[in-house]
């Protein structure tokens, strides 16, 4: 498996929703899907935004939510606000690997 | 406050070493797998390495094989990661962070460390 792969880059309007697709996720031996994202805004370190495919941490907005299909996890964001313009990354765990995807850039317009 | 305090990097010339150092606090350090995740200036998240809360498993990225070394002492809360013969493509932001207890994610992450190799 290499990295995961993300659309470069995408583009909404305040209050619209915005999916990221990210293909190349694997499962383990068991079948489970290990898959989490991040929110990285520049200049700061990553942040944790779901896990498990569709968990929250603690403090994560509910306008952020996840969903798997086969080896394609995606992430969607309801209600875009200004603050959600950031670099978004997946990723994908297996018993001895990482893997990341490439990175999103969301502009929100 | 559960935080994760980085130190170490800075300026190296090439073939040397350095020593990343991750100090946790606010959490039960032992109870937690850690892990190592760099960024080249301008570029992606590239995961390095993790081990487990006891030490005895450490785990390296197929292509970082051989140069790196992750290491930790659950007496003083603290996680290592040694890089040797630096090159220029090691250049970047290296952050540690915490694996959550149970399901896969990088909960906690340290404010990255900065090695540039030149």
């Known amino acids: 498996q290499s990295a995961l792969t993300q659309p470069a880059s995408l583009s909404g309007s305040p209050g619209q929703s915005i999916t990221i697709s990210c293909s190349g996720t694997t499962r383990d031996d068991h079948g489970y899907n290990y898959v989490s994202w991040y929110q990285q805004r520049p200049g700061q370190a990553p942040q944790l935004i779901l896990y498990d495919v569709n968990s929250r941490p603690s403090g994560v907005s509910s306008r952020f939510s996840g969903s798997n299909s086969g080896d394609t996890a995606s992430l969607t964001i309801s209600g875009l606000q200004a603050e959600d313009e950031a670099d978004y990354y997946c990723a994908s765990y297996t018993t001895d690997n990482l893997f990341f995807g490439g990175g999103t850039r969301l502009i929100v317009l | 406050e559960v935080q994760l305090v980085q130190s170490g990097g800075g300026l190296v010339r090439p073939g040397e070493s350095v020593r990343l150092s991750c100090g946790a606090s606010g959490f039960t350090f032992r109870n937690h797998y850690m892990h190592w995740v760099r960024q080249s200036p301008g570029k992606g998240l590239e995961w390095i390495s993790f081990i487990s809360n006891s030490g005895n498993q450490k785990i390296y990225a197929g292509s970082l094989k051989g140069r790196f070394t992750i290491s930790r002492d659950n007496a003083n809360n603290s996680l290592f990661l040694e890089i040797t013969g630096l090159r220029g493509e090691d250049t970047g932001v290296y952050y540690c962070?915490?694996?959550?207890?149970?399901?896969?994610?990088?909960?906690?992450w340290g404010q990255g460390t900065t090695v540039i190799v030149s």
């Open positions: 962070a915490r694996r959550l207890s149970g399901p896969f994610g990088l909960d906690v």
